[in-house]
């Protein structure tokens, strides 16, 4: 493993917390879609500058896309947009820690689709770490809400669970969708072959989510256009945390990224508090010391 992933992993978890934070505020402007788009279409100037820097200082030409890496990419492009969608609904039934803490059950699902399907696996601490991880995001959704054994099932169901649980399965795919998508670029390092991915990604995904609004909801593009300070924010954040996950995910098993990148649940209870102004309360607390302690245990598997 390249040692990039540890220092991308945890910024990638910083910037995306930070972005969210952000996204989360634009609701009160834009629609759940338009607060999607700025993601994409704001994002992608930061990542083709990006792209042209690091090839420029390396003396690196772009890579041939393949139609092997151009598949990849779209499969990537479509489920990220997905799990992007269903985390902000996620944030309108329950809330911003809650609709987050649900859609981290996607380190648990990398590692076993990676584990089942493509013979990644991963060393006993590393799953532990997963463990801790998912009960301390478990705690953090459903600790204080006083739920019975008999009613948890009942919670799962909700709108907030499911649209969370549904944001992990699809942010899950992306990652493992974008790793492969790395891997088919010949001719640039790591961090090249993250950023050409990321921008070819985004080329896609920005396509597709304005074609979409200029069809049938022209309203939330002036929105959008209005909302540019806000906006231009939220992209170059999002270009940042994605340009860190997308090298994360070239420099080692995806389903280590994502343990790692739990320390996104720590950053987003910060924002929660001092950004959003939200109160956090005793189960908050202990959700995120097991979150801490699954982040440690994965550390301690990769040395």
Known sequence: ???IWLPA???GGLFQAWRTALQERLRAELSVSGAGLVRY???LPFAILFAVLWLSVRGDSVPPLTSAFLGFAVAGALTQMAGTILLIMAFGHRGFVVGTAFSKTE???????????????????AWAGILLGVAGVLTLALAGSGLTARQLGQALRQPAALCGLGAGSMFALAAIAIK??????????????ALVSLVVVMTIQSVLHLAWIVA????????VGRSWRNSAQVGLLSALGSACWYTGFAAAPAALVRIVGQVEVIF????????LRDTI??????GLLLVAAGVIFALLAAM
């Open 1 to 3: 493993m390249n040692p």
């Open 9 to 11: 992993s945890l910024l």
């Open 41 to 43: 279409l704001y994002g």
């Open 107 to 125: 380190a648990i699902q990398v590692a076993l689709v990676t584990a089942l399907f493509l013979d990644e696996h991963l060393p006993p601490l």
């Open 180 to 193: 492969f998508a790395t891997a088919k670029l010949a001719g640039v390092d790591t961090v090249g072959s």
């Open 216 to 223: 049938r909801d022209r309203g939330t593009l002036r929105a």
């Open 268 to 275: 987003t209870i910060g924002f929660a508090r001092f950004y």
């Open 281 to 286: 309360r005793w189960h908050e607390v202990v």
